[in-house]
């Protein structure tokens, strides 16, 4: 038998050198893996620090004149000038402020409370109506030059409401709708955003193969817009009620080109008034009307998005379904 050879002697290299670089980048490779963690955590503290500090600077623009108005309209005219924004005034004075602000000028207020009321409710709805039924027909139907319509439709969205006033002005003297209540309400049926968002949700709530199924039934097309369409699109049909009811209620530029009864105006356009004589007439009861009906101004809102959350909610929740 022959003796079993030996195994051959490993041979070192520059690892087995522990002064070797490799060597050296062995050892201190765990401390600097510990470091990159601490880097990469140390990163995303930050990045959660300056994201948290603009979401409190962003909720801080956005409530504290909030804030700042249900103070001021809880003081009486004297604590208003004389007292902190933020802190209560020596007497609760938000009771008599209201009775005032409801009687003053034979109860203007409610007046205009109520014209807001026609413009922005009755508009927001007709408007979202038509934008539905506007956006429908861009998805579901195939017309000469639709996609050249719809072009217009999204040069629409880019202008500014400020910035065909004057020309609405214009065509309403011709008219014969300056200083009426058409004057301001007609305009407001126009939303070409609301058309866009339309034909968005159309295409996504609304399948063909339904329309295609309704079709062959010997269904018309008014009575499948009427009974499967518009159903499927009502969170949008909400959505476009909220936009809208909030770009006619805020809005300013027109009723003042358009108007010039007071009985005609407006909550925002009355209280405009009211501000302006306080400021250059001296009348100080007027500003303190400003306040408190800029405070009541803000419930009609803040009442119309709690009341249709739930739409909101249903159809974020048919999207992810989906």
Known sequence: MTAPTAAPARRSGPADDVSSPLATRRQRSPSRQGRGRDGRATQLLLSGAAANL??????????????WLLMASTKDLRDLFS??????????????NLEYLFTADNGIYVRWLVNSLLYAGIGAILAALLSVMAGYAFDKFAFPAKEKFFGFVLLGVMIPSTAIALPTYLLASKVGLVNTFWGVFLPGLVFPFGVYLARIFSTAYVPDEVIEAARMDGAGEARIF??????????GFVTIVL??????????FMPLVMLSDAKLYPVNLGLYVWNSTALSQGHPDDYLLAITGSMVAVLPLAVLFLALQRFWRSGLTSGAVK
């Open 54 to 67: 603009i979401l409190v600077v962003a909720v801080a623009y956005t409530v504290l004149p909030l804030v």
């Open 83 to 96: 007292t902190n924004g933020f802190a209560p005034g020596a007497r609760f004075s938000l009771w008599q």
């Open 243 to 252: 936009f809208q009811f909030t770009a006619i209620w805020n809005s300013f």
């Open 226 to 235: 009427r009974s499967i369409a518009l159903p499927m699109m009502s969170p």
